[in-house]
C-alpha cells in the first residue's frame, strides 16, 4: 500500500496508519510521485489519495500495474480518469466521513467573510509596514447571506449565519421561491445576487455549476457585496471576478479556491487589495489527516472483507474488481 503526498506529515503518525500498516505494507510519501522509480511501485494493489494532490490519468496508472484499489479521502473523484479506471477494474470508493473537512470548511467561510468585511488584509498589512490605519468595516448581523447549493456543507453554513443574526436564504434551482422545512426561503439567482449581501458558493463541481457565476450573474450582483468561494474555483469566471472587484459592484471577495491551482504569480487576484486569499487550505487540518487514516483503515478492512458496496464507489469498475462490489461473493 502506498500513502501518497503527505505533505504535512500527519497521515504517518496517525492512530489509524497503525490500523493500515496492520493490514498492508505501509509506504508513506512526502513527496510527488513522479519521483519514485517504476521498480517500487511494480507490486503496488492499494493507493490512499490526499484529495487531488496526484492525478490518476493513464500514464500514472501505467506505473502501477497492479494497483485494485484507489482509498479517497475526498467526496468526489475528480483527479481521476473514470474510464481508464474502470477499464482496468480498479475499485475507487469514496469517502464516507467527513465530519472534520466540513466544520474546517465552513470555519474557514465564516473566516473569509469576516476577514473579508473587516478588511483584515489592508489592515495587517498597514501595520507591517509600520503604520496605524483606522479602517471602516462592518459586521455580518443583520446582513443577507446568500447561498448557492445546501448540500450538506451550504446547510451547515445557513445554521452557523443563523447564530451570527444573518438573513440566510439560499438558491432555488427550480427557479421559483419555496419555504422548505429548514427555514431557509429558496430564491431565483437573480433575486438571491441582487439582494444578497453576502454569496457563498457551496455547489459541486459540474458541468452545471461550471462557470455558473459569469460575468453577468456577477454584474447582477448587489452593490457592495461579497463573494465567498470554498468550493470550486471554476463555478466562477476568474476573469469576470477580477472585472467586478475593479469596477464593481463587488466591495470584495474571499477565495479559497481558484480556476488555476497553484495561483499563477502573475495573477491579479494577488495584486487586489479587497480579495481575501488562501492556498486551498479549507481541509487542511490536523483533525482531517486524522480522519482520513481512520476511514481508510476501516474502507480497505470492508474491501478484504468483501464488504464493499456499489453505492460506495465513484464509478462502477470494470471485470478484474467486480469481485470486490457484490455483495461479498468473490466473482475473481
Known amino acids: 500500500m502506498l500513502i501518497l503526498d ?10 489509524g496508519t497503525d490500523r493500515l500498516r496492520e493490514l498492508a505494507d505501509v509506504t508513506v510519501l512526502d513527496g510527488p ?23 490518476f490519468d493513464a500514464a500514472t496508472l ?9 482509498l479517497q479521502t475526498g467526496g468526489h473523484a475528480y483527479h481521476i480518469d473514470a474510464d481508464e479506471a474502470a477499464r482496468r477494474g480498479i475499485v475507487v470508493p469514496l469517502w464516507r466521513s467527513h465530519d472534520a473537512c466540513e466544520a474546517a470548511m465552513r470555519e474557514l467561510t465564516f473566516g473569509l467573510m469576516i476577514a473579508a468585511l473587516r478588511n483584515f488584509p489592508l489592515a495587517g498589512q498597514a501595520m507591517r509596514d509600520g503604520q496605524w490605519p483606522g479602517i471602516l468595516g462592518g459586521t455580518l448581523r443583520g446582513r443577507r447571506l446568500g447561498i448557492l447549493g445546501m448540500g450538506l456543507q451550504g446547510a ?31 430564491l431565483p ?81 494577488r495584486t487586489l487589495p479587497n480579495v481575501v486569499l488562501t492556498p486551498h487550505i479549507g481541509w487542511t487540518v490536523r483533525e482531517a489527516f486524522a480522519e482520513f487514516a481512520e476511514g481508510a483503515a476501516g ?34
Do not use: C
Not at 421561491?177 to 429558496?186: K, M, N
Open 6 to 15: 503527505d505533505w504535512e506529515g500527519q497521515i504517518r503518525k496517525a492512530a
Open 33 to 55: 510521485l513522479a519521483d519514485v522509480p517504476d521498480r517500487e511501485l511494480a507490486d503496488v494493489r492499494i493507493v490512499l489519495a490526499v484529495r487531488e494532490r496526484t492525478r
Open 62 to 70: 501505467d506505473r502501477l500495474p497492479k494497483l485494485e484499489l484507489i
Open 156 to 186: 451547515a453554513v445557513a445554521r452557523l449565519a443563523k447564530a451570527f443574526d444573518m438573513d440566510v436564504v439560499a438558491w432555488a434551482r427550480s427557479g421559483a421561491r419555496a419555504e422548505p422545512a429548514d427555514g431557509v426561503p429558496r
Open 189 to 269: 439567482m437573480d433575486e438571491l445576487l441582487a439582494t444578497s449581501d453576502i454569496v457563498s458558493v457551496h455547489l459541486r463541481l459540474s458541468e452545471e455549476s461550471r462557470g455558473l457565476l459569469d460575468g453577468a450573474k456577477l454584474k447582477a450582483m448587489k452593490p457592495g457585496s461579497v463573494l465567498v468561494n470554498t468550493a470550486r474555483g471554476a463555478i466562477v469566471d476568474q476573469d469576470a471576478l477580477v472585472d467586478a472587484l475593479r469596477h464593481g459592484p463587488l466591495r470584495a471577495a474571499g477565495l479559497d479556491v481558484f480556476a488555476e491551482e497553484p495561483l499563477p504569480a502573475d495573477s491579479p487576484l
Open 299 to 332: 474502507q480497505l478492512e470492508d474491501y478484504l472483507e468483501f464488504r464493499l458496496s456499489p453505492g460506495e464507489l465513484a464509478f462502477p469498475p470494470g471485470p478484474r474488481g467486480s469481485r470486490d462490489v457484490v455483495g461479498g461473493v468473490d466473482m475473481a
